[in-house]
C-alpha cells in the first residue's frame, strides 16, 4: 500500500513514516453522505453514542473527554450545533403560528416592559442558532462559580454536552404541547438533572443540591439579564 501523504510504501493499518490511516476513501457523494449518517447514527462513536452516554453516565463521558480521551466522542460543540439543528428543523416544521397582540390600552402599565420584551424576542428569533450557543458561556460561568473543580474552558465544554442534551429532551414537550424552548421547564430540569450527574458530591449530597440549584439560578438569572439588555437596546435603536 503506498501512503497517500508521503508515498511510504508499507503493509500496516497506519502509515509508519507520518501516522496516515492507510485505505482512507476518496472524498465523493457517497463517502461523504455515508460519513455523515454513520456520525449521527453509530451507537459506538458520534452523535449517538454522546446521548446514550448523557443517559447512561454523564459524568464518564465529561471527565473521558476532559481528560484527553477523544475516540468515539462526538465533540461538544458539533454536539451543540445538531442538537440546535434538529431542535430548529422540528420547530420550524411543526410549530404553530401564533398572532397574540396586546394593545396599548391593556397595557398602560407594563407597556415598557412588554416593548422591550417584544424587541429582544424578535432579535432572538431572528439569531435563535447563535443565542442557543451563547447559552453554553452563560451556563459555563455559572458552573465555573459555584464548581471550581475544571478551568473555564472545560465549563464551556461540559455547558456544550449539557445544553445540547437539554435542549434534544426539550424536542418531545415542544412536539406534545409546543412549549418554547427557553420558557420550556422540561429543559431546565434536565439542565438542573445533567448538572447534578455529572458535579455530584456522593459524600456530601445537601451540599451537592445548594450548589446544583445555585448553579441553575445564576443561569437563569444571566439568561434574562441578557434578554432585558437586549431588549433596551433594540428598542432604543427603534426609536
Excluded at 52 to 69: E, F, H, S, T
Excluded at 174 to 187: A, S
Amino acid at each position: 500500500m503506498i501512503c497517500i501523504s508521503c508515498h511510504t510504501e508499507h503493509h500496516e493499518n497506519f502509515c509508519p513514516n507520518c501516522g496516515e490511516r492507510a485505505g482512507v476513501k476518496k472524498i465523493s457523494f457517497r463517502s461523504t453522505i455515508e460519513d455523515a449518517f454513520a456520525t449521527l447514527t453509530d451507537m459506538d462513536k458520534g452523535f449517538l453514542f454522546n446521548i446514550k452516554a448523557m443517559v447512561v453516565n454523564p459524568q464518564k463521558l465529561i471527565i473521558d473527554y476532559l481528560m484527553g480521551k477523544r475516540k468515539g466522542i462526538l465533540n461538544p460543540i458539533s454536539f451543540l450545533i445538531i442538537s440546535i439543528s434538529i431542535y430548529l428543523v422540528l420547530e420550524a416544521i411543526f410549530k404553530t403560528p401564533t398572532n397574540i397582540e396586546v394593545s396599548n390600552s391593556q397595557n398602560i402599565l407594563f407597556n415598557e416592559g412588554y416593548t422591550i420584551g417584544k424587541a429582544a424576542g424578535l432579535f432572538i428569533k431572528s439569531y435563535y442558532k447563535y443565542f442557543l450557543i451563547f447559552t453554553i458561556f452563560l451556563l459555563a460561568n455559572s458552573t465555573k462559580i459555584t464548581y471550581q473543580k475544571f478551568n473555564y474552558l472545560e465549563h464551556v465544554a461540559i455547558s456544550s454536552f449539557v445544553i445540547g442534551f437539554a435542549i434534544l429532551v426539550s424536542i418531545i414537550p415542544f412536539l406534545l404541547i409546543n412549549f418554547p424552548l427557553l420558557f420550556n421547564p422540561v429543559y431546565y430540569i434536565i439542565l438542573l438533572v445533567m448538572i447534578y450527574r455529572i458535579f455530584k458530591n456522593t459524600h456530601n449530597k445537601s451540599d451537592s443540591l445548594i450548589l446544583l440549584f445555585t448553579s441553575l439560578l445564576l443561569f437563569i438569572i444571566q439568561l434574562f439579564l441578557v434578554i432585558f439588555i437586549v431588549g433596551l437596546i433594540m428598542n432604543y435603536k427603534s426609536w
